[in-house]
T-cell receptor, first 115, second 115 residues
Framework: AQKVTQAQTEISVVEKEDVTLDCVYE???????LFWYKQPPSGELVFLIR??????QNEISGRYSWNFQKSTSSFNFTITASQVVDSAVYFC????????????FGSGTRLSIRP | GAVVSQHPSRVICKSGTSVKIECRSL??????MFWYRQFPKQSLMLMAT?????????EQGVEKDKFLINHASLTLSTLTVTSAHPEDSSFYIC???????????FGSGTRLTVV
C-alpha cells in the first residue's frame, strides 16, 4: 500500500529563516511520482513540483529546493529566506507511474511565517 | 493550460437537502475524475473515482448512496451529496489526471456547510 508521512504538523518560523518540511513515503512500486502542493487559506491547491522516481537530482526553483533520496524514501522541501506569503499548508503526495492514477496525500504541514 | 472549473465554490444548505457539485474540464477531455474530501485541518482523502461511461469506484468507507457521482460526458463530472447532514460539511475538490506538465489538474474546491 502507498503511504505518505509528514511528521511535522505545524511549523512556525520568523521571516527570513530557512525552513525544511519533511516527507517520507512508502510504496511497493519501483516507478512512481512524488509531488508537493501548497494550499493557502483560500483552499485551492497550488502545484509546486512533480518528481519521478528515476530522477534523484535535487531541484531548485528560486527560494524553493527539494531533496529526493530514494535510499531513505524521503522527499524533503526547503524554503530559503522564508516570507510571510509562504504561510500555508503544504502537502507531499505520491502516485504510481500511470497518468491516470490517484494521488495519495500526506497529512500536511501547516507553515506559519511570522514577520 | 488545462483548467477544471468547479462550482459552486461555497454552498450552505439545510440538513436533509441535496447538493450538487460540478467539475467541468474546459479545454480538454477528462475520462477520469477524482473526488477528494478535506475536513478542517486535515488532509485530502480520496472519496471516489469517476469514469466517463461507467460506474464510479468508491473508496472503502464512502457511502455510495449518499455521495452520488455521475460522469455524464467527457467534460463533466458531478458529485451529489444526498440528504446532507452537518457531518458532511467539508471541502470537496475534484482532480483530472494526465493534464498539464505536472500530470494533474485540480478544481478550485467547494466548501460545503450543512446547517
Amino acid at each position: 500500500a502507498q503511504k505518505v508521512t509528514q511528521a511535522q504538523t505545524e511549523i512556525s518560523v520568523v521571516e527570513k529563516e530557512d525552513v525544511t518540511l519533511d516527507c517520507v513515503y512508502e510504496t511497493r512500486d519501483t516507478t512512481y511520482y512524488l509531488f508537493w502542493y501548497k494550499q493557502p487559506p483560500s483552499g485551492e491547491l497550488v502545484f509546486l513540483i512533480r518528481r519521478n522516481s528515476f530522477d534523484e537530482q535535487n531541484e531548485i526553483s528560486g527560494r524553493y529546493s527539494w531533496n529526493f533520496q530514494k535510499s531513505t524514501s524521503s522527499f524533503n522541501f526547503t524554503i530559503t529566506a522564508s516570507q510571510v506569503v509562504d504561510s500555508a499548508v503544504y502537502f507531499c503526495a505520491l502516485s504510481d507511474y500511470s497518468s491516470a492514477s490517484k494521488i495519495i496525500f500526506g497529512s500536511g504541514t501547516r507553515l506559519s511565517i511570522r514577520p | 493550460g488545462a483548467v477544471v472549473s468547479q462550482h459552486p465554490s461555497r454552498v450552505i444548505c439545510k440538513s436533509g437537502t441535496s447538493v450538487k457539485i460540478e467539475c467541468r474540464s474546459l479545454d480538454f477531455q477528462a475520462t477520469t475524475m477524482f473526488w477528494y474530501r478535506q475536513f478542517p485541518k486535515q488532509s485530502l482523502m480520496l472519496m471516489a473515482t469517476s469514469n466517463e461511461g461507467s460506474k464510479a469506484t468508491y473508496e472503502q468507507g464512502v457511502e455510495k448512496d449518499k455521495f452520488l457521482i455521475n460522469h455524464a460526458s467527457l467534460t463533466l463530472s458531478t458529485l451529489t451529496v444526498t440528504s446532507a447532514h452537518p457531518e458532511d460539511s467539508s471541502f470537496y475538490i475534484c482532480s483530472a489526471p494526465g493534464q498539464g506538465g505536472y500530470g494533474y489538474t485540480f478544481g478550485s474546491g467547494t466548501r460545503l456547510t450543512v446547517v
